[in-house]
């Protein structure tokens, strides 16, 4: 969506990534009102909410298309965002609990292994009902073309609405199929009212323990450093690597399937391997790689992102499920913090951007940013993961 903002409103590589920030910005408002609202109702709810949300969010693409301004694009992500941020808070600390907790992380990484199924299906495919292949200006865009310059502008604005309206669909068949299915009870969703009445809706004692606080840190950085990567990379390949449109969506494919592969791999050699052992090992190889992009740049560079696509899968469900362990009812509290650490993305990847932007001649210094993210989950799989008493 930056690469095709980019040209549906004019806008340079910086400009464009305040996208994210409106899409992240999101998840720093609203987990604790989220985590206030499922401690009074219930993980069920809050999934139903956030997908009919999200869905509100797809929709909203219809009008903007009208308006054709960048602020109702912003304003669409912010509401999106919402609804997924509504998903985060439930689903994932949800997921820990159902079953027992010394797998809590390889159930995780399961689950979060769909979400990397789903980014490879719109990289791969999704990605080029939306961008066309044409990157006209004014003045090159073809006398011929049909409109002119205003007919190009609402043909790449009217790409944007069919994708976003499969997704709104999808998401209320979803939402419809969690509003009759029965889900198990957690502990503390089993409680009565009078059990209950006296407890905190969200609370701030959880920020005690320091394998949390870490947690949030490592999140923080975690988060922004992945979305540097994956919201630059159309970018990096076509302003940079010198590559078609429709070749780097095949690339942008292909680095969601090794972040899928990545996510199935670790989930099964975390029965063999401790997550904390794994996340550090991966951290490092993920430093060794952006140091190689940070020098070399090109091609080199676009391959080391395949490979940092792959050994960064595992990190935000290992991170956020070692977070949560030993929590018990501050558990909602705690994944409200851990969701509002993606706020990194909000900034991070506007800061390695405008890095990119200054320095055009040596665009390949910006990934300086994600290596020092990384460095941050290294500590996390090494010390900040342990739980002290």
Not at 262 to 271: F, K, N, P, Q
Not at 325 to 336: I, N, P, V, Y
Not at 361 to 373: E, K, L, N
Request: glycine residues 8%; positive net charge.
């Amino acid at each position: 969506m930056i690469r095709q903002l980019m040209k549906t409103c004019e806008l340079n590589p910086f400009q464009a990534s305040f996208t994210e920030s409106a899409y992240w910005l999101a998840y720093f408002i609203f987990p604790i009102p989220i985590a206030m609202f499922l401690k009074r109702y219930s993980y069920k709810a809050g999934i139903i909410f956030g997908l009919l949300l999200a869905a509100c969010g797809g929709l909203l693409f219809f009008p903007a298309a009208i308006l054709k301004a960048y602020w109702a694009y912003l304003c669409i992500f912010f509401v999106i965002a919402t609804g997924m941020c509504f998903l985060e808070t439930a689903a994932n600390p949800y997921v820990t609990i159902l079953g027992r907790p010394e797998t809590a992380e390889r159930r995780l990484n399961l689950a979060q292994s769909f979400n990397g199924l789903g980014a490879f299906i719109a990289a791969m495919f999704l990605s080029k009902l939306v961008l066309s292949g044409a990157n006209y200006t004014k003045e090159t865009l073809p006398s011929t073309y049909p409109g002119g310059w205003a007919g190009y502008i609402q043909t790449e604005t009217d790409a944007m609405k069919l994708p976003y309206l499969m997704l709104a669909i999808l998401l209320i068949i979803v939402a419809v199929v969690f509003i009759f299915y029965r889900l198990p009870k957690t502990g503390d969703e089993m409680k009565s009212k009078a059990e209950t009445k006296d407890e905190k809706l969200i609370d701030f004692k959880v920020l005690k323990h320091s394998h949390l606080r870490w947690g949030v840190i490592a999140q923080f950085f975690y988060n922004g450093g992945q979305t540097a990567v994956n919201s630059l990379f159309l970018v990096y390949c076509c302003s940079y690597a010198g590559i078609d449109e429709k070749t780097a969506t095949t690339f942008f494919g292909l680095y969601m399937l090794s972040f899928l592969a990545g996510r199935w791999i670790g989930t099964a050699l975390m029965v063999k391997f401790r997550p904390q052992n794994m996340l550090l090992t991966y951290a490092i190889i993920n430093i060794i790689l952006c140091c190689v992009i940070v020098t070399t740049g090109g091609m080199v560079g676009l391959y080391c992102m395949l490979g940092v696509s792959f050994f960064m899968s595992i990190m935000y469900p290992t991170q956020f499920s070692l977070a949560l362990k030993g929590l018990g009812d501050q558990t909602k509290s705690g994944s409200a913090f851990l969701v509002m650490a993606i706020v990194g993305n909000a900034c991070l990847p506007q800061f390695t951007a405008y890095i990119m932007h200054c320095n055009e001649h040596i665009y390949y210094i910006a990934y300086i940013v994600p290596m020092i993210c990384f460095a941050f989950c290294a500590y996390y799989g090494w010390k900040g993961y342990k739980i002290k008493s």
